[in-house]
């Protein structure tokens, strides 16, 4: 199985990326116009695959807790890092395991997101079931939407004595902190059938209601996601956000290949396409449920002629129960 998605959206005043402390990350892109031609655009504001992995990796670790999925020490401690070795494994009187599949057991966080074991004589790696594009600003849309600013904040201490340590008034200092308004784009893809399938140990698996467990709580993770809930600096930057056109799709055999990016201003038409066709040619059972209230009747009326049926929603949390249904999950 494997679940794909194309997402457009609007977030106003986010915190995204930062390379430095009144910086955020920018870089140019190519992307070719509806007419034919190539444009190059010399700087947008975009935020990378890891940041975006990193707020699926919390969500599936919040669903995950409330189901009472495993979890190891450090996920559950939305710490994502690399497999300890064996004296900090001991320190938090904690054991991993030795193999993929014990590892995989033990927490759905390395059983989706991946691990690597380095301290061993053999390392041990586990690629991701879930991978993500760069969100980019879009570029098709006019310079006069993107902005760009620097936001001074102040952390303030009521009083500060005169004969107080130097130490006190330097916790009290202004900081810099950037923010953008654009309109962005990623794409996503969720390899269902790995997840839970140890591919060191014979393909060995885990227990099966687990699985589908895990299955769907990768999917409903996504659903967090459309509203912004990706950046840096949540806390006090949540963007003020909205999707514009959600692309959902599913197939039972995983034929399906990513969605077209929606850098490209005909991406919901060719992905349709192209995700049809890949269907059609691998024998595999599709799904495709899309979510884009301000796009022309005609191309509506394209999309349905490609699939032979209607795949457009009233919201995006309504496709992915339809997507979730589907999968049997």
């Given at each position: ?55 699926h990796f919390r969500n599936l670790v919040e669903l995950s807790r409330e189901d009472n999925d495993s979890l190891c020490l450090f996920c559950n401690r939305l710490?994502a890092i690399r497999i300890p070795p064996r004296s900090v494994q001991d320190y938090y009187n904690t054991s991993y395991g030795g193999t993929e599949k014990e ?195 005609s191309t509506k009326n394209h999309i349905i002629s490609l699939l032979g049926e209607d795949p457009f929603v009233d919201d995006p949390y309504t496709g992915l ?9």
């Open positions: 199985m494997r679940f794909v998605i194309a997402y457009e959206g609007l977030l106003n005043v986010a915190s995204l990326n930062l390379e430095r402390a009144a910086e955020i990350r920018k870089m140019p892109v190519a992307f070719l116009k509806e007419d034919g031609e190539v444009e190059f655009v010399s700087e947008v504001p975009a935020i990378s695959g890891v940041m975006l992995k990193h707020w710490e590892l995989i057991e033990k927490c759905v966080g390395e059983d989706v997101h991946g691990f690597l074991v380095t301290e061993e004589k053999e390392s041990l790696r586990r690629e991701s079931c879930v991978r993500f594009s760069w969100a980019i600003g879009l570029p098709r849309f006019s310079d006069e939407y993107r902005r760009i600013m620097i936001v001074q904040h102040t952390r303030n201490i009521s009083k500060i004595p005169l004969d107080a340590p130097e130490e006190l008034r330097r916790l009290q200092m202004p900081y810099p902190r950037p923010y953008a308004s654009d309109f962005y784009g990623f794409v996503s893809i969720a390899d269902l059938s790995r997840i839970g399938i140890s591919y060191t140990d014979n393909l060995e698996g885990i227990d099966q209601n687990t699985r589908k467990m895990r299955q769907k709580n990768t999917i409903l993770a996504y659903g967090r996601m459309l509203q912004g809930e990706i950046g840096a600096n949540l806390s006090r930057s949540l963007p003020a956000s909205t999707p514009l056109t959600v692309f959902l799709a599913a197939s039972k055999r995983g034929a399906i290949p990513a969605p077209i990016h929606p850098i490209y201003p005909s991406y919901l038409s060719e992905s349709t396409k192209l995700i049809e066709n890949a269907a059609e040619l691998f024998r595999d059972e599709l799904r495709v449920r899309i979510y884009a209230p301000y796009i022309d009747q129960r339809h997507i979730i249904d589907f999968l049997g999950l």
